[in-house]
């Protein structure tokens, strides 16, 4: 068995195991218009490659079972939630591996303190006009599309770094699922 094949097997492998343990989270070429469709989501064409599988979580611990599927089996992967980054093999990757795609994971909420806690999936944009209407404000994305998973692990350069530092300098805690699958 060659090198590519023993590949494409992990990812195929690691597709079926994620359909059992995510029914109905799962994307794969069977579907053409859908799997098409999550081919093409990120906003550059650089970056529309087909992966073997998409996975689209709606909860923490979805994603948890996500990435240790996936790395029990040794395949590839990709972390998407907006697809902003126009670099290819940073939000997606080909049909040796798995997008898990965080778009589901969008809800806002208030703590008592004030604090913002937004789900990876967001976009500025919403986060903005959510805030908006509570008469609050955070300093993030330049561009309304950009999500908030990518503008942090991007660098977070917001418009005004210089007064205000990078995004993470006004973050307070995040909620990580390691690539094992551990939180």
Known sequence: MSNQSGIASQA????????????????????????????????????????AAYV??????????????????????????????????YSNVDQSGIVIDLSGLTSLTLAEDGTLQA???????????????????????????VGISGFFLGGGLGPFPNLHGVGVDGATNFEVVLADGTM
């Open 119 to 145: 789900r990876a999936g967001n976009t500025w944009g919403k986060v903005y006009a959510w805030l908006e209407e509570r008469q609050r404000s955070a300093m993030g994305g330049r561009e309304s599309a």
């Open 12 to 51: 195929s492998a690691a597709t079926k195991l994620l359909q059992d343990a995510l029914p109905g989270r799962v994307i794969t070429p069977e579907n053409a218009t859908e799997h098409k469709v999550e081919q093409s989501r990120s906003w550059c064409s650089t970056c529309w490659t087909p992966a």
């Open 56 to 89: 689209r979580p709606t909860t923490t611990e979805e994603v948890a079972k996500a990435l240790t599927i996936i790395n029990q089996s040794g395949c590839k992967f990709a972390i998407r939630a907006t697809g902003h980054n126009p670099n290819p093999g």
